[in-house]
């Protein structure tokens, strides 16, 4: 009779515990937030002094054609296919760069290290990278700065002594401000809302949890977190942790927030499959192939990321600004053309600004 | 323990303690009192809805459950299978996605799944490989050649009709008759055909099994095939619950149906155990995931009670070898 009565106490365990009242959402860190002010209006910053490397013995090219090399972290997908376009869209409004794209077919350390290795031997005047790995990629990059190439990174960056400057292509406050305002456009100041993340230790997710919290208390107190519910990386589990949000709470549950690209079309899913599009609202990190379906049929409005095209866009204008002599050590900001200026954070890191909404209007343009 | 056990069981109602001391009995048990207790927290878990929630959740675990718990008890295992359903998803998909006829985007993945378990098959019976081995090399061949195929892209603009587990006859969602249906027709043949039987012959006491008839050789190798079936079922429902495939598993989708076979009583080391108890299992575990929510607890539990139910099941299923070995 040891298991039936184990097994019973193990059920009656579950029931009995009481959840801790907790300070900050669930699945969010306990690290310090900076939320952004509610009109959208940028932080101020503590200055950072620069921390990037600096080429030797660079040519002056000021004003003269360049050559750049793209190595991403593979080639072949939409994504990265979408920031070679916007250096593409750069170097022709520019005129005088001229830029191309190489990588390795996999998201593969070594083969990225043996490309740029290739082309830092051919002679390039600058090289932009998104690592696959930060430190594995570090030597050769410095082994480019030493021979005398600028050195940029966007996407993922390496250690920052082993480049010059990166591309940053969102920050956690302004990720955690698109959402929520993207939340309360659909359920209203006072609507009330769910999260589904990967887990609550997930770093990423975690800090825009923590910053979406400050963003909300700060902008919009009358706003209501319901809970926030793990569901890993895995679809299925989004799918039917969703599921049982939308059962536990029913009309009480006027939207569901997405943290990963997993979460993000899973809840989706399970709106449409329990027709309550319209009814429970989802907005999420994901990718527009990914949301193009549930956008398409009007069941999601906003889906928030950044715009590739425009963080490849703007690593080629910054690299041509830096070749220019316009973007220096210390400086705070940095023109990059149709985008405007931008802002240079944490000491050597352009900020593109911020995140970017794909809707029924512009998702269909994107294809990663 | 035995002797508390025999005392308290014998003599009073011996049928009855026959029946509680099933596992099935006991799941059955553990899941009625869950759904009173969180029901009686939150009537809302008992709602039309969410019971449909709980039975669908775990639904593509509870098939694949039933062709691992066949493995199982035939002394063998396999932890590729997290992979192979990833493999066989995205197999169905591509092939949908091609337009190939809808029917055989269903069809195609249990005739692979059951080539690729066929093959691991052949390896354990013939080559006495162990089956954790040879599962193991599986893993890795399934997981690297997914993610070198596809580069991690999902599948999207599936065809219209393609997507058989959101198909809701008489408002039932489809992968609850699988469940059902397959659960009790599996559990069927295991108890009354010749080669159901000879699984647990082959499992139990390998030995006794040859000298009465019964080739090891060909019953693994039959019990691996009909594995791979039901992995190709299960992989169905999976790649058809969504609109979109991911192509990448969930991860420990071999745990969890491990999970569902060992704690639905099948033992670990071969020759116990029926399929009834892992559907169970499954269902457990899915309607245990839901309550964690709805009676606000963290889902951090979910894992410690999976570990809990683990430990208690075995520990069971030992005590219970070794009372029946003391009575011979």
């Given amino acids: 009779m040891l298991k039936p009565v184990a097994l019973a106490t193990g059920s009656l365990l579950l029931t009995s515990a009481v959840a801790l009242a907790q300070d900050r959402w669930d699945g969010a860190d306990d690290l310090p937030v900076n939320p952004l002010a509610c009109d959208g209006a940028a932080a101020a910053m503590e200055p950072t002094p620069y921390n990037g490397g600096q080429p030797t013995g660079a040519p002056d090219l000021s004003g003269q054609q360049i050559t750049i090399v793209d190595v991403p972290k593979l080639v072949g997908i939409g994504y990265f296919a979408a920031t070679t376009l916007g250096m593409q869209q750069a170097a022709e409004e520019l005129g005088n760069v001229d830029v191309s794209t190489d990588g390795p077919t996999e998201a593969n350390i070594d083969d990225q290290i043996t490309v740029i290795d290739n082309y830092i031997t051919q002679g390039v005047n600058a090289v932009l990278y998104a690592a696959n790995d930060p430190v594995a990629i570090a030597p050769v990059l410095r082994t480019a700065l030493e021979r005398g190439i600028h050195v940029v990174g966007y996407d993922a960056d390496a250690e920052p002594d082993a480049r010059e400057w990166f591309i940053n292509q969102a920050q956690f406050n302004g990720i955690a401000k698109a959402m929520i305002d993207s939340i309360v456009a659909e359920i209203g100041e006072d609507g009330s809302f769910a999260i589904v993340t990967s887990t609550f230790t997930t770093p990423n997710q975690a800090r825009w949890i923590a910053e979406m919290q400050a963003y909300a208390a700060q902008c919009y107190p009358a706003l209501e977190w319901l809970e926030t519910v793990e569901a890993q990386e895995d679809n299925i589990l989004s799918f039917n942790q969703a599921n049982t949000l939308i059962n536990k709470y029913g009309d009480d549950l006027q939207g569901l927030l997405g943290m990963t690209s997993v979460a993000t079309p899973a809840s989706a899913e399970a709106v449409t499959q329990a027709g309550l599009c319209g009814e429970v609202a989802v907005v999420g990190l994901a990718t527009p192939n990914a949301m193009a379906p549930y956008v398409n049929d009007g069941c999601v409005e906003s889906v928030v990321l950044w715009n590739p095209v425009d963080l490849g866009y703007a690593a080629v204008h910054v690299t041509r600004a830096l070749v220019d002599g316009d973007l220096e050590p210390g400086d705070t900001s940095v023109e990059a053309g149709r985008l405007g200026t931008l802002q240079i954070i944490n000491g050597s890191e352009v900020l593109l600004g911020a995140p970017f909404i794909y809707t029924a209007d512009n998702i269909n343009d994107f294809d990663f | ?328």
């Avoid at chain 2, 099933?22 to 009686?40: C, D, H, P, R």
């Avoid at chain 2, 809808?102 to 080539?115: D, N, S, T």
């Fill in chain 2, 1 to 328: 323990m035995t002797a508390v056990t025999e005392t308290a069981g014998g003599g009073i109602l011996p049928g009855l303690r026959r029946l509680v001391a099933t596992q099935e009995a006991v799941l059955l048990l553990a899941l009625v009192v869950l759904v009173i207790v969180v029901g009686t927290i939150n009537p809302r878990f008992v709602s039309e809805r969410n019971v449909q929630s709980v039975l669908l959740g775990n639904a593509y675990i509870a098939v694949a459950a039933i062709g691992m718990s066949m493995v199982i008890v035939s002394g063998n295992i396999d932890i590729s299978v997290g992979s192979l359903i990833g493999v066989l998803a995205t197999l169905s998909g591509s092939l949908a996605v091609s337009g190939v006829p809808i029917i055989l985007c269903w069809l195609i993945p249990l005739v692979v799944g059951a080539m690729v378990t066929g093959f691991m098959g052949l390896l354990v019976a013939y080559l006495r490989i162990p089956a954790i081995v040879v599962s193991l090399g599986m893993l890795s061949i399934l997981k690297g050649g997914l993610i070198s195929i596809t580069g991690g892209d999902w599948i999207t603009d599936l065809p219209e009709g393609y997507h058989l587990a959101q198909m809701r006859p008489f408002d039932i969602p489809m992968p609850i008759y699988f469940m059902v249906f397959l659960t009790i027709g599996a559990a069927i043949w295991m108890r009354y055909s010749v080669t159901g039987r000879s699984i647990y012959a082959v499992g139990g006491n390998a030995e006794a099994a040859r000298l009465s008839g019964i080739s090891r050789e060909r019953t693994i190798v039959k019990v691996f095939v009909i594995h791979g079936v039901f992995v190709g079922i299960a992989s169905v429902l999976f790649a058809t619950q969504l609109s979109i495939i991911q192509s990448t598993v969930p991860p420990n989708l071999e745990l969890t149906i491990i999970t569902a076979s060992v704690v639905g009583g099948v033992s670990i080391l071969g020759g116990v155990g029926t399929v009834i108890g892992s559907t169970f299992a499954a269902v457990l575990l899915a309607a245990i995931g839901s309550a964690l929510i709805f009676v606000n607890l963290s889902p951090y539990w979910l894992r410690a009670v999976q570990g809990i139910l683990i430990l208690v099941t075995v520990l069971a299923d030992i005590l219970r070898r070794r009372r029946m070995s003391r009575r011979r």
